[in-house]
C-alpha cells in the first residue's frame, strides 16, 4: 500500500502552530480522530506514549515519525504536519523537528506500519523532497509531492493491500559475531535463518568468523529490510545500518531467541538506529548494561590477541619438545639450532600479546583513534617502564604483565572518549587535527603518564598471582583444576567459559611449570563436553534421538579438537541434565590433570597439541576418565528420547 493511500486531506495540516512535543502528538491524534482511523484516542495515545518512552522517534535532519500498532486502531492511516517555527522532539542530532508523519496500525493483520514507516524513511533522506514538503501551498501540493516521490523511487503501483504480492528479498538481515568467531557466530546464523524459514520471513546472516566476512549484506538488501538483528559479542561495522530499525543482542540470544527477535523486527518494535562516529565503528546500543559493554570491549581484545597466543605458543612449545635439555639447562629450549629458531619465532609473535590485548580492548571503545593509545599503554605494561626507571638507568622496569595490558586498554579507550568529547566543539575547520594530532599526541602522553605511574602496583598484582601459582600444590591445586575445567563447560563458549579460558591464557604467560598446568586443566575441561555427550550417545541409545546419534561422532572429533561449542545445541535443548553432567565430566578431568601434574604451553590445539603436553598419558587418562563420568552421569540422568 502506497504512503499516499494512508495519508487523507483531512489528516494533514501545513504550517500547524505547535511549540511543544506534547501540542505536536496531540494534534496528530485528534487528525487521525478526524480521519476515523481510530476508534479510541486514549489507548491509541497511550500505545504512542509507550513507544516514545522507549526511545525518540525523531529520526533526524527535522524528521519526527511516530508510530503505533495499536488496538484502537480501525483503520491503517497516517498523519502529517509540517511546523516551520520546529519542535524539540529529542532528536538524536540535536535539531528541532519541523516534518511530522504519525503511523496508526491495527493491532493483528498485515505489518501495514512496517510497510509505511520503511518507505518515509528512504524517501524523506532527500533533502530537496522535504524542502519541497515544507514549502508545499497547499495540500494538494504537499500529497502530490509524496506521490511523485514514492513513484520515482518505487515505482507505478496500483495493487491494493489484499492484491499486492509479498515483498520479495531478505525481509530480516542479520550480522553474527562471537570473540573467537569460530562457533556461535555460525550457529546464531544459522539459528536464525532456519527459524526465517520456518515461519515464512527471508533471513540472510553475515557472519563475521575468525577467517573474516562471509555472506556479507549489500548495500540493496539493507535499504530493501525490514530491519536488522546484530547478535554480536563483539564490535561489528554499524555505520551501514543508519536509519533502520535494529536490534542489538547477545550472540547467544541469536541462538535461543532467534523467534522472538525475527518476530520483534516484523512487527515493527525495533528501535530506528542512528549510527554516531566513522564508518567502520560500532555504537553502544541504548539500554545495553555496563557489564555486557565491559565484556565486549574485553572479548574484542581477546579474540584479536588469541592468534598470537596461540601461534606463538605452540611454536615455543615445540622448541621444548625438539631440545636437549642436558646441553645446558638454564638455557632449555634454545640449545640447539632449530629449538632456537622455533622460540625465537613464537617469542616474537608472543611477545604481541599484551599490546594487541589493550590496543583492541580500547579500539572497541573508542574506535580506530584508540588504538595506538592502547597499544602503547600494552607496551609499557609489558616492558615495566615506571617514573623511576625514566630518571634512574640502574632500577630495573617492573612488569604490569597481563593484568596491567587489561587496564591499560580500558584506560586509553576511556581516555580518548574523553579526548573526544573534550574537542567536540572545536571550530569545524579543526575537525581534521583531531585524528591527526590531538588524539594521538594528547593520547599517548596522558597513557604514558598513567602507566608509569601505575605500573608498580600492577607489577605488585602479577607478583601475587605468580606468587600463588608457584605456592599452588596438593589439594589447592586439584581444587583449582576443578574449578578452571568446570566453568569451560557451564557455557561452553560463553562468559564463563571464555574467563576461564582468559585465565588461563594469562596463566600462561608467567612462564611458571604451575601456569602451565592450569593451561592443561583449561583445555582439558573445554574438551570433555562434546566427547561426554558424543560417548553417552553411543552407551545409552535409547536416551538420544537418531540425528543425535548421527551427529556423535561429528562432536566427538569437534571435541578432540578443543572446540567446546559443539555441546551447544544439546545443552540448548536438555540445560537441566546436559551442563550438570558436562561441568561434572569436566571438574574431574581438571582435577586428574592437576594431580598427575601435567602442562602444557600451547593454549590451543587439542590432540594436536598432544605431543608438547608435560605428561601425556596420564593427560589422556584425565580426559577418557573425565568424558566417561560425564556421559554416564548424562545417560542416567536424561530421560529416554521420544520416538
Known amino acids: 500500500m502506497r504512503i499516499v493511500d494512508l495519508l487523507k486531506k483531512e489528516a494533514i495540516i501545513l504550517n500547524a502552530d505547535v511549540s511543544t512535543k ?30 516514545e518512552s522507549e526511545g525518540p522517534t525523531a529520526i533526524a535532519d ?42 496508526a496500525a491495527p493491532a493483528t493483520g498485515a505489518d501495514v506500519h512496517l510497510e509505511a514507516l520503511s518507505r518515509l524513511s528512504t524517501i524523506l533522506m532527500d533533502a530537496e523532497f522535504r524542502k519541497k514538503l515544507l514549502t508545499a ?35 530480516v538481515l542479520a550480522v ?6 569460530i562457533a556461535h557466530t555460525y550457529m546464531a546464523a544459522e539459528a536464525l ?44 561495522e554499524m555505520a551501514r545500518f543508519d536509519g533502520k530499525p535494529l536490534l542489538k543482542v547477545k550472540v547467544s540470544d541469536g541462538i535461543h531467541k532467534s523467534q522472538q527477535l525475527i518476530e520483534k523486527i516484523v512487527n515493527g518494535e525495533a528501535p530506528v538506529y542512528h549510527h554516531k562516529g566513522a564508518t567502520g565503528a560500532s555504537s553502544e546500543e541504548e539500554g545495553e548494561g555496563l557489564g555486557h559493554q565491559i565484556y565486549k570491549h574485553l572479548m574484542n581484545g581477546v579474540s584479536h590477541m588469541l592468534p598470537f597466543v596461540i601461534g606463538g605458543g605452540i611454536l615455543i612449545a615445540i622448541a621444548f619438545l625438539l631440545d636437549d635439555y642436558s646441553i ?33 580492548i580500547a579500539m572497541s571503545i573508542a574506535d580506530r583513534p584508540g588504538l595506538m593509545v592502547g597499544f602503547v599503554g600494552g607496551y609499557v605494561a609489558s616492558c615495566g617502564t615506571t617514573f623511576a626507571s625514566c630518571f634512574d ?30 574537542t567536540e566543539k572545536l571550530p569545524a575547520a579543526m575537525d581534521g587535527l583531531r585524528p591527526m594530532l590531538i588524539y594521538p599526541v594528547v593520547g599517548l602522553l596522558g597513557i604514558s603518564v598513567i602507566m608509569f605511574a601505575i605500573n608498580p602496583f600492577f607489577s605488585w598484582l602479577n607478583q601475587l598471582l605468580y606468587n600463588a601459582l608457584e605456592s599452588l600444590g596438593g589439594a589447592n591445586s586439584i581444587i583449582l583444576g576443578i574449578i578452571v575445567a568446570g566453568m569451560m563447560s557451564i557455557d561452553m563458549g560463553g ?46 541409545k535409547n536416551k538420544f534421538t537418531d540425528n543425535d546419534r548421527k551427529a556423535a561422532p561429528v562432536n566427538a572429533i569437534m571435541g578432540l579438537c578443543f572446540i567446546s561449542e559443539a555441546a551447544i545445541p544439546y545443552a540448548a535443548g536438555d540445560p537441566l541434565h546436559v551442563i550438570p553432567s558436562c561441568v561434572a565430566g569436566s571438574s574431574v578431568a581438571g582435577a586428574l590433570s592437576m594431580a598427575f601434574q601435567c602442562t602444557l604451553m600451547a593454549p590451543h590445539g587439542g590432540v594436536f597439541v598432544f605431543p608438547v603436553v608435560g605428561n601425556p598419558f596420564m593427560y589422556i587418562i584425565s580426559l577418557l576418565v573425565g568424558s566417561v563420568v560425564g556421559a554416564v552421569l548424562l545417560g542416567i540422568l536424561r530421560k529416554p528420547a521420544a520416538k
Open 393 to 422: 638507568s640502574s632500577i630495573s622496569p617492573i612488569s604490569g604483565g597481563f593484568i596491567g595490558a587489561l587496564f591499560a586498554g580500558f584506560i586509553a579507550g576511556y581516555l580518548v572518549l574523553f579526548l573526544k568529547k573534550l
Open 176 to 181: 553474527t559475531a562471537c570473540p573467537t568467531g
Open 193 to 236: 535463518e532456519e527459524k526465517g524459514k520456518e515461519l515464512g520471513i527471508p533471513v540472510k546472516a553475515e557472519t563475521n568468523g575468525s577467517s573474516g566476512a562471509k555472506n556479507v549484506l549489500t548495500d540493496e538488501e539493507i535499504a530493501a529490510c525490514d530491519g536488522i538483528i546484530i547478535a554480536a559479542d563483539k564490535n561489528v
Open 22 to 51: 506534547e501540542e505536536m502528538l496531540n494534534l496528530l491524534i485528534d487528525l487521525h480522530k478526524k480521519a476515523g482511523n481510530i476508534s479510541d484516542t486514549e489507548t491509541f495515545k497511550e500505545g504512542i506514549m509507550k513507544r
Open 495 to 540: 562468559p564463563f567459559n571464555k574467563a576461564a579460558y582468559v585465565f588461563g591464557t594469562a596463566a600462561l604467560g608467567s612462564q611458571t611449570e604451575s601456569g602451565y598446568m592450569i593451561m592443561a586443566a583449561v583445555m582439558v575441561g573445554g574438551m570433555v563436553p562434546p566427547i561426554a555427550i558424543a560417548i553417552s550417545s553411543w552407551l545409552f
Open 328 to 360: 645446558d639447562p638454564s638455557n632449555f629450549g634454545m640449545n640447539t639450532p632449530l629449538a632456537a629458531f622455533f622460540k625465537t619465532a613464537g617469542g616474537v609473535a608472543f611477545n604481541f600479546m599484551l599490546p594487541i590485548l589493550a590496543g583492541y
Open 62 to 103: 527535522g524528521i519526527c515519525i511516530p508510530h503505533s500498532k495499536n488496538e484502537a486502531v480501525k483503520t491503517p492511516g497516517i498523519a502529517a504536519i509540517t511546523v516551520p517555527a520546529g519542535v524539540d522532539c529529542d532528536a538524536l542530532d540535536g535539531q528541532n523537528s519541523d516534518l511530522f508523519f504519525m503511523i
Open 137 to 171: 501551498k497547499d495540500i494538494d501540493a504537499f500529497l502530490n509531492a509524496i506521490d511523485a516521490k514514492e513513484t520515482e523511487k518505487y515505482g507505478a503501483e496500483t495493487e491494493t493491500t489484499e492484491t499486492k504480492p509479498a515483498k520479495t528479498g531478505y525481509r
